[in-house]
Structure formats: structure tokens, C-alpha cells
Nanobody, 126 residues
């Protein structure tokens, strides 16, 4: 399976943007999906994740109440809706599929994800 992230761009502080992550290719698993981000000179950090069923989501504290993850399994697509954007949200955003099948657990560590998209740049201007 391959993941393609899209939707990044330049937005002013306080604005909104929605990222998409489309999966293609054959898959026999039902993975949870996560979003991570990496700012220049920093390590890749967990942003949020959603279980296969979409019944559970979890977010890092810095984006709680501002970011929302959803998924449409019929379209093999996961979304990251970002509102009230701040300059510190500037980063390359990556989507990833975890290594587990139909798990109800949320995964927050990079090593728990086996397939990664190529990343999409978000720049928030002040």
C-alpha cells in the first residue's frame, strides 16, 4: 500500500486547512492511521491518530481542540482538519498507517507505523 498526503500550503495564523491522505494499492490489513509532523531541526512528532473504525481519536495536547482527524474507509482516505492555525504548527506533515489489523488501540510512536506518506508542507505565517 502507498500513502499520498496532500493539501499543504501557506496560510495565515488563525486560518484553517485540511490535509488528505489517500491510500492506494492492495492491502489486507485494516490499519489505524496517524499524522505526524516535523519542523526544521526538530524530531518528527506525533500529532494525532484514528483507529480503523474511526471510533477513537487521540491528539497531542498542543493541537487538541484545533485539529480533527477523520477517515472515509470507502475512499481509503484520512483527513486532518486544522483550525486556528499557529506559526508553531509550521512543519512537514506526514500520514502513516500503523502495523496492526483492526486494532482499537491508538498508536503514538513512529515505530508503530509501517507505511508512510511522502509529507506535505504547511507554513503558517504570523
Amino acid at each position: 500500500v502507498q500513502l499520498q498526503a496532500s493539501g499543504g500550503g501557506l496560510v495565515q495564523a488563525g486560518g484553517s486547512l485540511r490535509l488528505s491522505c489517500a491510500a492506494s494499492g492492495r492491502t489486507f490489513s485494516r490499519p489505524g492511521m496517524g499524522w505526524f509532523r516535523q519542523a526544521p531541526g526538530k524530531e518528527r512528532e506525533f500529532v494525532g491518530a484514528i483507529t480503523w473504525s474511526g471510533g477513537s481519536t487521540y491528539y497531542v495536547d498542543s493541537v487538541k481542540g484545533r485539529f480533527t482527524i477523520s477517515r472515509d474507509n470507502a475512499k481509503n482516505t484520512v483527513y486532518l482538519q486544522m483550525n486556528s492555525l499557529k506559526p508553531e504548527d509550521t512543519a512537514v506533515y506526514y500520514c502513516a498507517a500503523d502495523r496492526y489489523n483492526s486494532s482499537w488501540l491508538i498508536r503514538t510512536h513512529t515505530y508503530e507505523y509501517g507505511t508512510w506518506g511522502q509529507g506535505t508542507q504547511l507554513t503558517v505565517s504570523s
